[in-house]
């Protein structure tokens, strides 16, 4: 008799398991809709690279991203989510801290409160952003296992800032429990262990709260197509300004997502430009460190001579915090220092007297653009010693070709060190040509040139050597002929209007939000430094940032 009740209950367990899932797969968080209102939109605009073919990904299932955690997130009531807006939204991550110390805030609030803004925003197909592509399944029963901890005196004693802070990874970044697609329909499968920075980031106490949307391949698969769009998934928008202003790519959904605070902070990638640009877009605070500083091992290549990793946030603090959490010396990485760089971690402290510094500032850019000269004056105001300069005129012959056969040899690589081939049906620049070409107009509406361009790239291994040093040298003299000259701190640009010299130099740059055009288009100033002057740049950047306090949250996404 028990054997037969045994079975019995085994049944009806398998069975209500059953209705569970069958009910689990039956909810419809988000329909598809017709985007090709918002495409005609565009259709006239001044911009090229906004003319739109499509918006939302025509891959990309926002069910299957948002359903599995919705019962969590349907358990923080509204009146609790207004109650914990003032601690989080906007503020920098030793103030969360302190009200979690004060037990005003759980982890798992904190993780419930963004979750509740990214279901808000994004399965809402009038504010979306179609920034967040992935979720981390686990998040909730992390955030409540460090609760936990806490509450028995389990966790540790000195915890690093990171700790239980949600974390937004682009999505060239291997991430363990989520596919790693750089944006391409030819990786949507693709399964990873940790990047070298995310297994940092844990060990530090980060949660990973998601992966984020990308110009495909890192912006550079097609020639002239609109930034922060990715056949996986679809177009990113601004929230300053959806379908009127660029988000800047390739580190978009890293810009857009933390823009409309839905986490603590992102991290993004640059070749050339692309932290500094979304961060610019998104009046963020962005920072493209020197080669070296960070690993690369675990992230999808353009370029193992310029690639870096780099901490995208609302503030110059967690800059700091978020680029201290991802530091450490990496075997795999040949352009992995092992140098300690002590003060960065408290960079966003302390920061530097404005009398003390002595700025760089373009004088063509001082007669050409008004928010910048109204800046440098203010700057001068405030202490700040500013020489006006007019930097040699260098060649930067060859840079595409850097671009080009780093990344014919180096993708190769990291597929065959990461992607699992029965999961990853390419392995070479060729092969995903070749499956792009089976259906262009799901897998490349905007066409594949740069990466036609790679494979049409005849430069020798010779000629390239003498490329990269010519390059590294020119760009170096670009910004080097004033700071030595005139004994400057950094060199003062806009936005990522010379991301190309400072990444041939392979020089550090900090953009912090500036001010906004007429348009309310955001806009930023770019400090720029010799290799390794991280933590001085992000002393000077919260300077900047204490004396000019100028982010204001994008328009309908502050509730």
């Not at 009531?77 to 989080?88: K, N």
């Not at 698969?221 to 990113?236: F, I, K, M, R």
């Not at 700025?359 to 910048?372: N, P």
Request: aromatic residues 8%; glycine residues 8%.
């Amino acid at each position: 008799m028990k054997k037969i009740l045994g079975i019995i209950t085994i049944v009806l367990l398998s069975a209500c398991k059953e209705k569970q899932n069958s009910m689990k797969e039956e909810i419809v968080l988000w329909s598809p809709y017709n985007d090709s209102v918002e495409v005609a939109a565009n259709a006239d605009h001044e911009i090229e690279r906004m003319q739109y073919k499509l918006i939302q990904s025509k891959i990309l299932d926002k069910n299957e991203v948002f359903v599995p955690l919705y019962s969590e997130v349907t358990k923080l009531s509204e009146e609790r989510y207004h109650a914990l807006a003032p601690m989080i939204l906007e503020q920098n991550i030793f103030t969360i801290r302190d009200h979690i110390e004060k037990e005003a805030l759980t982890y798992e609030e904190l993780v419930l409160f963004f979750l509740h803004r990214i279901y808000k925003y994004e399965l809402n197909n009038t504010t979306t952003l179609n920034t967040v592509i992935a979720l981390n399944a686990q998040i909730v029963d992390q955030a409540r296992e460090l609760d936990e901890d806490r509450k028995m005196g389990r966790s540790p004693k000195i915890k690093h800032p990171i700790y239980g802070m949600p974390i937004l990874l682009k999505d060239n970044i291997n991430t363990a429990g989520m596919k790693t697609t750089a944006g391409s329909i030819a990786l949507m499968d693709n399964e990873v262990g940790d990047a070298f920075i995310v297994s940092n980031l844990k060990k530090n106490g980060a949660l990973i709260l998601g992966k984020v949307n990308l110009s495909e391949w890192a912006y550079f698969l097609c020639s002239g197509c609109p930034v922060g769009y990715s056949a996986y998934g679809g177009q990113t928008l601004n929230p300053y300004g959806r379908r009127i202003f660029e988000t800047g790519g390739s580190s978009s959904g890293s810009g857009t997502s933390i823009a409309a605070n839905y986490a603590v902070a992102a991290v993004g990638t640059e070749t050339s430009g692309s932290i500094l640009s979304p961060s610019s877009q998104n009046s963020i605070v962005g920072l493209k460190p020197t080669i070296g500083l960070l690993s690369r091992t675990g992230i999808v290549p353009i370029s193992s001579t310029l690639d870096t990793p780099g901490p995208m946030t609302k503030n110059v603090v967690d800059n700091a915090i978020l680029l201290s959490a991802m530091l450490g010396h990496d075997a795999q990485d040949s352009a992995s220092v092992q140098k300690d760089f002590p003060g960065i971690l408290s960079a966003g402290l302390h920061p530097e007297n404005l009398s003390e510094m002595r700025l760089g500032a373009f004088a063509e850019l001082i007669k050409t653009d008004s928010m910048y000269r109204t800046t440098i004056e203010n700057l001068k105001r405030a202490g700040a010693q500013i020489v006006e300069f007019t930097p040699p005129d260098v060649k930067m012959d060859g840079f595409l070709s850097i671009l080009n056969i780093d990344m014919r040899n180096d993708l190769p690589k990291y597929l065959k060190n990461h992607s699992r081939p029965e999961k990853v049906k390419v392995g070479s620049v060729e092969d995903v040509i070749h499956f792009n070409n089976l259906d262009t107009n799901v897998r490349v509406p905007y066409g594949q040139s740069l990466f036609e361009g790679i494979i049409a790239d005849t430069t020798s291994k010779e000629k390239l050597q003498e490329i990269k040093a010519n390059l590294e040298k020119n760009g170096r003299l670009f910004f080097d002929t004033a700071m030595d000259s005139q004994n400057l701190d950094a060199i003062l640009s806009i936005n990522n209007y010379h991301a190309g010299y400072a990444a041939v130099a392979k020089y550090p740059a900090l953009t912090v939000p500036m001010g906004y055009k007429p348009t309310g288009e955001p806009i930023s100033l770019t400090f720029i430094g010799k290799q390794f002057s991280e933590a001085h740049l992000l002393r000077m950047g919260k300077a900047f940032e204490n004396n000019f306090k100028v982010r204001l949250m994008p328009k309908g996404y502050g509730e």
